[in-house]
């Protein structure tokens, strides 16, 4: 069995070998230079690595050139911005202005809307919104025993017929 600091001597071995062998990825460094971050004590090393990391993370100093052609880049991005917000709210305030039309048309506009939305609401599985409209037309729509992206119409008219032709049979067949 190891002795407990012939452990920890093999871990901080490998540890330090572990870092050795990321060094040798580091591009620009000689053999030279390898050897002698080698021999630095691991303390020391970590040291040296965070101060040249915050070093090369720092911006440099940007001239007043510089500051002011990015002033005035923010600047035109903005009026951009701004342009193209103002162009979308006018187009909306287009689209929802009154409107004049056929009877048809109007019906058409109103459906380019709606459509989309019931799609959604099909395709969430919600059949409540749709057959309130469905209804109107004698239809009715379900989703049972439809496979995905499916629903199945059936016609009311032809089910309130049966249903009421079997209520005359059930009562023909009382009376008798």
């Known amino acids: 069995m190891k002795r407990f600091k012939q452990h920890i001597r093999e871990k901080d071995l490998t540890a330090i070998s ?4 990321k ?4 591009k620009g460094l000689t053999k030279d230079q390898l050897q002698m971050l080698s021999q630095m004590p691991t303390p020391v090393l970590t ?10 993370a ?3 100093a940007a ?5 002011a052609q990015q002033a005035l880049k923010h600047a035109r991005e903005k009026e951009a911005l701004k342009r193209k917000h103002s162009q979308e709210k006018e187009r909306l305030n287009a689209q929802e202005a009154s409107l004049v039309m056929s009877d048809g ?7 380019k809307e ?18 309130m409209i469905a209804r109107l037309a004698k239809f009715k729509i379900t989703k049972a025993g439809q496979s995905r992206g499916r629903s199945f ?3 009311l008219k032809r089910w309130y017929h049966l249903k009421n032709i079997e209520k005359k049979c059930q009562m023909a067949n009382g009376k008798l």
């Open 47 to 56: 040291a040296v690595i965070n101060q040249v990391g915050m070093i090369v």
């Open 18 to 21: 572990s870092w050795k062998r």
């Open 114 to 131: 709606v459509k989309p939305k019931l799609e959604k609401e099909l395709k969430r599985g919600n059949v409540e919104t749709s057959n």
């Open 153 to 155: 119409r059936y016609d």
């Open 63 to 67: 001239s007043p050139e510089e500051k």
């Open 105 to 111: 048309d109007i019906l058409d506009s109103i459906w």
């Open 23 to 26: 060094l040798k990825n580091v």
């Open 58 to 60: 720092q911006k440099e």
